[in-house]
């Protein structure tokens, strides 16, 4: 495997520093400087941005990004075991690299970076995952903070961010990801790539927003979308019932079939019956 600089290999980072990858903490660590840089690649130029990366772990992607030439990488990691490890990159690439300890979930972003162009690359930890996207997607502001996020997640989780309707993985996240953004699924990485080996194939998944998404009451399409999915199985007249207020009239506002179910209805519908249910 070629080394992309002249930093340890990361097994021997892994040894040195006892850095066990932990399940309560969602993390496997992916070791193949060939696939980290595959992906620093996909999310394009890097020169001119901050990267943004959640859970850097021993550095393997944090390496790849500023190798590629990334002008300057934030990287956000709970885990105290990695601090030392990517104190070693930073003193690599000296004023390139800063590491803020704390939970990505609970920090402000925009607060650690300013206003800089930022792209998001990343390989999310498991757990937090697909909760840290939905915070990316449903800013109050849009356009948002960051010009792409390019994210590995389990595969599953991919094939529900970019679903379209009439698939069985069609549902409120691709409903919420297709109204912002445009995208879809890169490359796929086995399992054996990482350490430990997870049970399911990984994907990566790049999203970029659109300027002008159709005009939506944000919380009234997440009212709406949960509503439909959380019943999935019912037609519209019935699984919207959940939300206290007549039904039909809304459907009927959207211009929709009432006996449809949910993964038939495609975004603009999902807009319509939002802009429906903020107006009544």
């Known amino acids: ?44 130029a890097l020169e001119d941005h901050t990267i943004l990366e959640v859970g850097p772990g021993p550095g ?31 003193a690599h690439y000296p004023g390139r690299l800063t590491v803020i300890e704390g939970d990505a979930l609970k920090l402000d972003p925009v607060a650690l970076i300013g206003k800089t162009p ?30 792409s996020v390019t994210l590995l997640f389990q595969k599953e989780v991919g094939e529900r961010i970019v679903a379209q309707p009439g698939s069985k993985a069609y549902g409120r996240l691709g409903v919420l990801a297709g109204w912002r ?4 699924m890169m490359f796929d990485i086995g399992p054996q790539a990482f350490i430990p080996p997870p049970k399911v194939t990984s994907t990566v998944v790049q999203l970029t927003p659109r300027d002008a998404p159709l005009p939506c009451d944000l919380s009234a399409l997440a009212k709406i ?52 249910f903020a107006s009544r």
């Not at 500023?66 to 990517?86: Q, W």
Request: charged share 20%; with cysteine; hydrophobic share 45%.
């Open 225 to 276: 979308t949960a509503a439909a999915f959380g019943q999935r199985r019912k037609m519209l007249r019935a699984s919207l019932k959940t939300l206290g207020v007549s039904s039909e009239p809304l459907i009927e506002a959207a211009g929709l079939d009432p006996t449809a179910r949910a993964e038939e209805i495609d975004i603009a519908g999902f807009v319509r019956l939002a802009n429906a």
């Open 60 to 90: 393997g992607l944090t390496r790849a990004l500023l190798a590629a030439g990334a002008g300057h990488v934030v990287a956000i990691e709970k885990d105290s075991r990695c601090l030392p490890a990517l104190a070693q990159i930073a």
């Open 181 to 184: 953004c445009t995208g879809g």
């Open 118 to 147: 930022v792209k998001i690359v990343a390989n999310l930890p498991y757990n937090v995952g697909t909760q840290l996207l939905l915070n990316w997607l449903t800013p109050a502001d849009w356009p948002p903070f960051w010009t």
């Open 1 to 44: 495997m070629p080394q992309i600089d002249s930093l340890p290999p990361l097994r021997e980072v892994i040894s040195q520093h006892g850095l066990d990858a932990r399940k309560s903490l969602g993390q496997n660590f992916l070791l193949d400087l060939n696939l980290t840089s595959r992906i620093a690649r996909t999310a394009g």
